[in-house]
């Protein structure tokens, strides 16, 4: 495999089509992906990732099983949200640009399988649909979490269609640290960071008021620039 330098500043926009979107058009996004995921897996068997299938963003196929990919933005800015408008109008000149700049780097990415199961929604798509997640990645993690621990989360339908995916990681820290999360667990990998006060999926995903999503900001900036930083440590 050519082993391509991964810039952890490079914005996923600036080498997509006007008006597509990096998680399908990006050419860099897709090679970044299939160098940072093709490696050993918590059992030591290797993971292969191909971007040369037709039809196919990335594919796996081994005796581990058959995968197909799509690329997902992690983080969710809400700078295009029409129901978020009114707070992020409220912003400094830029503020909002900057932010949905820095989340379509690396470490606002991540793959999900993207074969639809019985017809049903993918895990990115459920995700981004289901108004107790609203594509959050803290969220998600937590469904994640509970998809491992067997406890019932509001994804707990879509993360068991893809119970042979999370299988190859054989348990939540092993999902976590290939996927380079860590920022986002606590030491023991027993509890999530949240981005947000967390009410066991109780309350709108969506800040509240202008404080509250200033607080959300700030600790998702603090996550993707973790996570850049552990990308470049290990690429």
Not at 34 to 41: A, G, N, Q, T, V
Not at 64 to 86: N, P, Q, Y
Not at 139 to 162: A, F, N, Q, W
Request: proline content about 5%; overall charge neutral.
């Amino acid at each position: 495999m050519v082993i391509p330098y991964i810039d952890i500043k490079f914005c996923f926009l600036d080498d997509t089509p006007i008006g597509k979107d990096p998680d399908s058009y990006s050419p860099t996004l897709r090679r970044y992906h299939k160098y940072l995921w093709s490696k050993s897996l918590p059992s030591g068997k290797i993971f292969i990732l191909d971007d040369t299938m037709q039809d196919n963003y990335l594919y796996h196929k081994s005796d581990l099983g058959e995968f197909i990919f799509s690329s997902d933005s992690a983080i969710h800015t809400f700078t295009k949200l029409s129901s978020m408008a009114w707070i992020i109008n409220k912003l400094e000149d830029g503020e909002a640009e900057s932010f949905r700049r820095l989340s379509y780097t690396i470490g606002g990415m991540i793959i999900f399988p993207s074969n639809r199961v019985d017809g049903k929604a993918t895990i990115n798509g459920a995700r981004g649909m289901h108004p107790k997640i609203k594509d959050r990645i803290d969220l998600t993690l937590e469904c994640i979490r509970r998809h491992y621990s067997k406890d019932i989360s509001p994804l707990s339908d879509v993360m068991g269609r893809y119970s042979d995916f999370f299988a190859l990681f054989n348990n939540f820290r092993g999902y976590i640290e290939f996927f380079l999360l860590q920022d986002l667990v606590n030491s023991d990998f027993s509890a999530i960071n949240f981005l947000a006060p967390f009410n066991d999926f109780q309350t709108s995903p969506l800040p509240r008021t202008l404080d509250e999503y200033q607080a959300y900001k700030a600790k998702t900036i603090n996550f993707v620039n973790s996570r850049n930083k552990r990308i470049q440590d290990v690429s």
